[in-house]
């Protein structure tokens, strides 16, 4: 079985910081993007960043310059760092992980529970 942890959400003030993150464990074999999602209340779940196992990341206009999206292959670990933080960006926080557990299996989407990230005005 392979399960997501998400860690260190909270509140912070406005033009604040915090550093998610989210490890993926279980039997493993490769993991291929790694993404983190957000969702508000009352609204869609949106993705805010995602990194290929590559290095290669983007991340969506309304963070951009703001958050910077890392993984570290050796500790299954993805991490947003999320910097001049804004009442807007107040939601939930999903990680989102697509891997594959054997060279015979197909790859395959898992998501987080989520943490909560909180901006106050």
């Known amino acids: 079985q392979v399960q997501l942890v998400e860690s260190w959400g909270g509140l912070v003030q406005a033009g604040g910081s915090l550093r998610l993150s989210c490890v993926a464990s279980?039997?493993?074999?490769?993991?291929?993007?790694m993404c983190w999602y957000r969702q508000a209340p009352g609204k869609q779940r949106e993705l805010v960043a995602g990194?290929?196992?590559?290095?290669?990341?983007n991340d969506s206009d309304s963070v951009k310059d703001r958050f910077t999206i890392s993984r570290d292959n050796a500790k299954n670990t993805v991490y947003l760092q999320m910097n001049s933080l804004k009442p807007e960006d107040t939601a939930v926080y999903y990680c989102?992980?697509?891997?594959?557990?054997?060279?015979?299996?197909?790859?395959?989407?898992?998501w987080g529970q989520g943490t909560q990230v909180t901006v106050s005005s």
């Open positions: 990194i290929l196992d590559g290095g290669s990341a």
């Open positions: 989102n992980v697509v891997l594959r557990l054997s060279r015979f299996s197909s790859w395959s989407s898992y």
């Open positions: 279980g039997r493993i074999l490769s993991i291929k993007s």
